[in-house]
């Protein structure tokens, strides 16, 4: 046991004492976030958006007054009827519409209740969901001026209908690939590279040459990346719950315990390709192109499955990334429990004994 | 005697923050000489010798390179030399001649005069049925007496060897040194370093430097007399032995 | 029981296409020093590689300490120490970290088997917090030996642990050397400076995968079989120009200060052949010559057991 904790502490070493990899491990997963966050906020200030008031009564004109006020949207045309705001939306440059129902001002008056629709164009499903809180926090912020006005409980319902992609199925949300890419990265990069450069550096013949089990080798290089994943998957948990208002639904222990599955998976993964490399160059070179590429085109972050032809449907079937990108999406932003997720539990299991049985049996006991 | 020097150095200093790898070292080499340049492991050879290649410029101290200042042009310095080291000298995944084409092209000869002087020189070593052929598979003897051709291809003033001959077997060794006085005689200057003291008595000069000095500099048997030794390897202990800087 | 034996291994790489090790057969003695002297390229480290259990021979067996390369690698790794070619220590480890850390691979301490490692570790102990990177060639070699000792083996496997280092360092490696083998570790140390074999108690000259001659380096020295004169002249570099033209020698080159000329060994008197070569040159215009007769040196031995390898 002492044996395998010195190797680990060397492991350790390694890792902390090289700045290029602390950047790559640290650097990158941070950037990505950031980068992607800044995207974001920029492309929704002043988005142009349309109102159709079927009221044009004093409520309305003070709703659309709030609307003005406000620093991400550019109000652009009035309407008076639904047909002008569809064409609107075909022009393409028009990304959310309210509509306004008649006798706005009269129903909350006497009802103290009225209902407003927002129609959103979701063909960029991103957007589509970051405008439509706005518009929903600046409308429930005029209700409750009305009600600090007048006294009364005022309450306007707001109804969402999304356009063009109304699941928004492809990339709700960033956060859950940049998780499963990063994860994948540093899994199988890291690995395969740090493996790799024992056997150029010729430490992996004195380590063979000794009576220390190889396969112990092998479990002391994944227990420093399984730490430093974990590090990673925190910092962008908490990056993205306060420096990117994302809501986190889920389980957290869930979370973890299935980020652990697909961190072993990488690693397998990363192993498997340093028993197949001899320099360190072709180690990176593989695992960017076994795990960047798959897990941007067909795990379903960027673009999604449904809309792709069969034969990519069923090759993305056999990305590990793909599975874990729908376990983290559904525990990170719908709270779903693993009573729903267990399938693909356990597909992504099956991938991951794959993975470490047929790369265990692949590491060579001697030189070849 | 007044020979054209194509390496003076005098004074030269190389300072790395507070540890001084070259102190001061002065010393000519004369045109078509074979200069050994000898020392233990750290004590400030290859600094010495990045110096004198244009690859590093000195703390202090004046320094000329084929008739070029160390300082102001390095660039030229770097036309008129040749380097061939034990680590780094051919491409092995290209073939003989497309390393002659290659190393022909960056010091700027003409495709004509690359074909000449390539098939002269691999007549020269005999190497017609291989010239097609990956360096690779080359045994090292071969390959170091065709790095060496290579490093001369351009008609230097001057080549540094840095460990030519290491892990070379004693045949081809003898030829290397036959190589290399073939050279000489042609009015190139010759810089090598080496472990090989046996080599070291092949040299017309000898410096050996100890901590970033040069503690000795004389022909081969200048040295044994004055250090009243049997062959160099003894010139060498006395000198080396008491060396501080071991650990470096 | 000796410690290490080999039969009749051979050795290929690339399908059988590269013949690395040809049928080479020896066997190495308690407490001995055995080198293995050749160019890269001999065979020499496959030949390591096999005893280490790192590569499995084509044909032939060999044992290390009684038990079989092939079968029984688990217990030869735990039982001998190795140093292979390149420097084969983690660089961005300190000395005393890649210390500790081998002597844990090894389940031991630099404590319990100080006393071994003693004599090279005090030279190391004021940089024990340097990183190995960062160590002079002749250092890099002390701590490589001291990790490859730390768990006291029974055999130590050298794959030249001199290349690259200054002759200072050489020598005083070697000394190291010579002390562990009197406390009784047998070594089989590998090398391409041919004046290192005097260290030896026997050696096998190595070239091309065959060993072309095994015994004592006095033994050696004495089966010479051609007759070898020393030339000393005027005018090195042409001397040894002309002196190549003359037919009647079979092989000269130089050899320290001066030049070695070989001849058959066919009934002709020494002075015979000098008078012979001397005729040859002063016809040639070279005036102050000196011929003698000499004893040959290992480096004189290996060239004429491959002179059918020389080329041109």
Same mark, same amino acid.
């Given at each position: 046991m002492k044996q395998f904790i010195n190797f680990i502490k060397k492991e350790f070493y390694h890792v902390l004492r090289d700045p290029k990899s602390l950047l790559m491990l640290f650097g990158v997963p941070i950037a990505q976030i950031v980068l992607f966050g800044f995207a974001l906020t920029n492309e929704i200030k002043n988005s142009n958006i349309v109102i159709v008031d079927n009221a044009m009564d004093n409520a309305s004109q003070k709703l659309i007054y709030e609307i003005r006020a406000s620093k991400y949207f550019n109000v652009g045309q009035i309407f008076m009827n639904p047909d002008q705001m569809d064409a609107a939306f075909k022009t393409g440059k028009v990304k959310l519409a309210l509509v306004i129902p008649k006798d706005f001002d009269n129903d909350l008056q006497h009802l103290h209740t009225a209902q407003v629709q927002i129609i959103a164009d979701a063909s960029d499903p991103n957007t589509a969901t970051t405008l439509t809180n706005y518009m929903t926090s600046i409308i429930s912020d005029y209700q409750n001026q009305l009600w600090q006005d007048g006294g009364l409980p005022y309450s306007i319902l707001t109804q969402q209908r999304i356009l063009y992609n109304p699941e928004l199925?492809?990339?709700?949300?960033?956060v859950p690939g940049v998780v499963a890419m990063v994860l994948l990265l540093i899994c199988v990069l890291m690995t395969s590279v740090s493996i790799v450069r024992e056997k150029e550096m010729g430490t992996l013949e004195v380590l063979l040459v000794s009576p220390f089990n190889p396969f112990l080798v092998i479990f002391s290089k994944m227990v420093p990346y399984i730490v430093v994943s974990l590090i990673n998957l925190t910092i962008i948990l908490i990056l993205s719950v306060y420096l990117l208002d994302l809501p986190f639904k889920g389980n957290l222990l869930l979370l973890y315990g299935e980020s652990s599955i697909f961190i072993v998976c990488g690693l397998s993964l990363g192993l498997l390709i340093s028993t197949l490399t001899d320099t360190q160059q072709t180690a990176m070179n593989t695992s960017f192109l076994l795990t960047m590429l798959p897990t941007m085109l067909l795990s379903g972050y960027l673009f999604p499955i449904e809309n792709m032809p069969l034969f990519l449907r069923i090759l993305s079937n056999i990305i590990p990334a793909k599975w874990f990108y729908i376990i983290i999406k559904s525990v990170m932003l719908k709270g779903l429990g693993i009573k729903y997720i267990w399938r693909e539990t356990l597909i992504l299991s099956g991938m991951t004994v794959f993975f470490l049985t047929v790369s265990l049996r692949n590491f060579k006991i001697r030189l070849q | 005697m007044d020979k054209e020097m194509v390496i003076k150095a005098d004074k030269l200093t190389k300072r790395f923050g507070d540890f %001084? $790898?070259? @102190? $001061?070292v002065s010393f000519d080499v004369a045109k078509g000489e074979i200069f050994g340049f000898l020392g233990a492991n750290g004590a400030g050879k290859t600094t010495a010798m990045r110096m004198l290649c244009g690859l590093s410029k000195p703390t202090s101290g004046e320094a000329s390179v084929a008739g070029f200042d160390v300082f102001r042009y390095p660039e030229k310095i770097k036309k008129n030399i040749g380097y061939m080291s034990q680590k780094f000298s =051919?491409?092995? @995944? =290209?073939t003989i001649k497309e390393n002659i084409e290659f190393y022909g092209g960056i010091y700027g000869l003409t495709n004509k005069q690359i074909k000449d002087k390539g098939t002269e020189l691999i007549d020269m070593l005999d190497l017609q049925a291989e010239a097609n052929k990956l360096v690779r598979g080359l045994p090292l003897g071969w390959k170091q007496k065709l790095a060496f051709s290579v490093a001369i291809i351009h008609e230097p003033k001057i080549v540094f060897l840095d460990e030519? %001959?290491?892990?070379? @077997?004693p045949a081809n060794r003898k030829q290397f040194w036959e190589l290399i006085y073939e050279t000489a005689d042609k009015g190139i200057t010759i810089f090598v370093t080496t472990h090989y003291l046996d080599e070291a008595e092949y040299c017309d000069r000898v410096s050996i430097m100890v901590d970033g000095k040069i503690s000795a500099l004389d022909t081969p048997s200048g040295l044994k007399k004055t250090y009243n030794a049997k062959d160099m390897n003894e010139v060498f202990f006395q000198l080396a032995r008491n060396a501080t800087r071991s650990g470096d | 029981m000796n410690p290490i034996t080999l039969q009749n291994i051979t050795k290929t790489y690339e399908k059988g296409k590269v013949l690395a090790v040809d049928d080479v057969s020896f066997s190495v003695n308690d407490s001995e020093m055995f080198g293995l002297i050749g160019p890269d390229g001999a065979g020499k480290t496959s030949i390591f590689r096999i005893l280490t259990t790192l590569l499995l021979p084509d044909k032939g067996t060999a044992s290390v300490c009684g038990k079989? &390369? &092939?079968?029984?690698y688990k217990a030869i790794r735990g039982m001998v120490g190795y140093m292979p070619g390149r420097f084969s220590l983690y660089q961005d480890l300190s000395v005393e970290e890649n210390l500790n850390f081998f002597a844990s691979l090894f389940n031991t301490s630099i404590k319990q088997n100080y006393e071994l490692i003693k004599d090279i570790y005090v030279q190391l102990e004021p940089f024990k917090d340097r990183r190995a990177g960062k160590l002079s060639g002749g250092m890099k070699q002390k701590l490589a030996l001291c990790c490859a000792l730390i768990h006291k083996p029974s055999v130590l496997f050298l794959d030249e642990p001199t290349t690259g280092v200054d002759a200072v360092s050489r020598f005083e490696f070697w000394e190291m050397l010579k002390r562990l083998k009197k406390q009784g570790i047998t070594i089989l140390v590998s090398t391409a400076y041919m004046d290192e074999v005097e260290h030896c108690d026997r050696i096998a000259l190595m070239q091309n995968g065959k060993i072309l001659s095994m015994d004592t380096p006095d033994k050696i020295i004495k089966s010479y079989s051609e007759k070898l004169f020393e030339l000393k002249g005027d005018n090195k570099h042409k001397l040894l120009k002309d002196t190549m033209t003359y037919s009647d020698a079979v092989g000269s080159y130089a050899s320290g200060e001066s030049i070695h000329v070989s001849f058959k060994k066919n009934g002709k008197s020494d002075a015979d052949i000098i008078n012979g070569l001397k005729g040859f040159l002063e016809s040639k215009g070279y005036q102050h010559i000196e011929i003698v007769p000499t004893v040959p040196n290992i480096e004189d031995c290996f060239l004429s057991l491959t002179k059918t390898e020389i080329h041109g």
């Open positions: 199925a492809g990339a709700p949300n960033f | %001084t $790898a070259v @102190d $001061a =051919l491409y092995e @995944d =290209l030519p %001959t290491g892990g070379v @077997d | 079989d &390369v &092939v079968k029984d």
